[in-house]
């Protein structure tokens, strides 16, 4: 059914102790979160947030010391078998696919070790989807990035599966085969009805194809929201002001957090996020008192990347006090 919850993670925690000194890290700390049928889920976060303990939870390959895993309903941890036969997924560096095989062998091999007898007339049908039914006898190790990232993804969709977990999907690709794989992923969720949870550090692909978003730091999930609300409420407060300096002190500034982007010839441009926009007006206020005069003043251009290294960067208890607000 469209919009079912399909996949729920619930108070994920792993921890980890270091070799030497037994020292206890927190990799995963009580997350949660849920995908629904038909959507197209990022799971985004800087090297060491959290997300490669996340994912391989969800795939089953490591055991996480507390909270649930469900997929279907099936639970991970109980029901092993059941669950995992509903994902599928596509791992960094194209683990998926066997180098020494073709695109057609890897497919009906990978699919059958998942019980799915899949015929060479159905893998060539797979396979046309991405452009790939000319290379259908070449070994995987002659294709290029582009094409062996395919079919790899080709090779996901294979299994049958519901939900495809796609780890990296566009690391190393051009950029004419990124955008012609954006929109082999779009194509897959409104076509044929498969959800897609994804792990990227490619903003562009988040930005172009992701319904939801989940951005992990430090263990923790600090902000799961809808793309567009979250673009929205950060366009809605980021403004980029230029002014004539003329020598005054502008230190006072600093109080709304102002970050200075450009300087020269007597100008000054700096940028401001202002979650509430009435504040925009003491900053009017603050400029006209110690003589500053304002050449400019717009709404700065959002994009995903802007938004990510604002989660990731600021400090805890700022994340908290804004997840709190919206």
Known sequence: MKNE??????????TYHRRKTREKLVA?????????????F?????????????????????????????????SILKERGKAL???????EGNRNIYWRMTPVENMIYFSGIRGKRLT????????????LKEKANDLAQQLSRGMQQKTAVAVCLATGAEILLLDEPTLGLDVASSIELRHI???????????????????NLVEAIADRVAIMSKGKIVVCERK???????????Y??????????????ETFGAMITKKEDGLLEFAIDLENPKKLFDLMDTLKTVGTEIKSIEQDTVNFEKIFMKYVSEPEEDKVKKDSIT
């Open 28 to 40: 995963v700390d009580n997350i949660s979160f849920e995908i629904r049928q038909g959507e197209i």
């Open 5 to 14: 919850v399909i996949l729920k993670v619930q108070n994920l925690t792993k």
């Open 42 to 74: 990022a799971l985004l976060g800087p090297n060491g947030a959290g997300k490669t303990t996340t994912i391989k939870s969800i795939c089953g390959l490591l055991l996480p010391d507390s909270g649930s895993l469900e997929i279907m309903g099936k």
């Open 185 to 203: 992923l779009r194509s897959l969720v409104e076509k044929e009805g498969k959800t897609i949870l994804l792990s990227t550090h490619d903003m």
């Open 240 to 253: 980029v002001l230029k002014v004539s300096t003329n020598g005054q002190d502008i230190t006072s500034l």
């Open 228 to 238: 567009e609300k979250l673009m929205e409420m950060f366009k809605a407060r980021r």
């Open 85 to 91: 036969r509903h994902i599928s997924a596509v791992l």
């Open 120 to 131: 060479r007339k159905e893998s060539l049908e797979i396979l046309d989807k991405f452009g």
